[in-house]
């Protein structure tokens, strides 16, 4: 088991690559991760959110704990995301991530997730989310194994 992340955009820029290999190296299950990059959409606004939702909802397995980043999800420090990912883990269920397109999800997709997060109220690009993302997961499994990465 390993957390599944599926982003809309291209590949990882140049800039965004070296980081987030720094963390995978030192990610293990069930923290390490899996990418699955979906392309964006060819149209815009609410035709685009809907196509790249469509997209985004037939890739999700039936028993997978959802985690959506939202810029209007809940903000949560990294212990309670912690606990959170482990909570997960522990049910068995399989965890994926969700970085949608620039026009967002649709409602259909943030019904289906489990955890709609929110890492500011402030809004990141897309690149740089990834990058983020990765150090939490990996900033949530030292902390899940006490380890003295992340201080309070």
Do not use: C
């Not at 959110?49 to 039936?62: G, I, Q, V, Y």
């Not at 068995?92 to 500011?120: C, E, H, K, N, Q």
């Amino acid at each position: 088991m390993s957390v599944r992340i599926l982003a809309v955009g291209k590949k990882h820029e140049s800039w965004v690559v070296d980081g987030i290999g720094r963390y995978e190296k030192r990610l293990r299950k069930p923290y390490d991760t899996v990418w699955q990059l979906l392309p964006h959409s060819s149209r815009e606004g609410d035709a685009a959110r809907a196509e790249e939702s469509d997209r985004l909802l037939s890739k999700l397995d039936r028993d997978a704990f959802v985690v959506l980043l939202d810029e209007r999800g809940r903000n949560i420090d990294s212990p309670a995301l912690a606990r959170t990912l482990q909570s997960a883990f522990d049910a068995g269920r399989p965890v994926t991530a969700i970085i949608g397109g620039a026009y967002g999800v649709d409602d259909r997709v943030r019904a289906r997730a489990d955890f709609v997060w929110s890492l500011s109220q402030l809004v990141f690009p897309h690149q740089l989310v990834r990058l983020m993302l990765v150090e939490q997961l990996y900033r949530s499994q030292e902390i899940s194994a006490n380890r003295s990465y992340h201080h309070v």
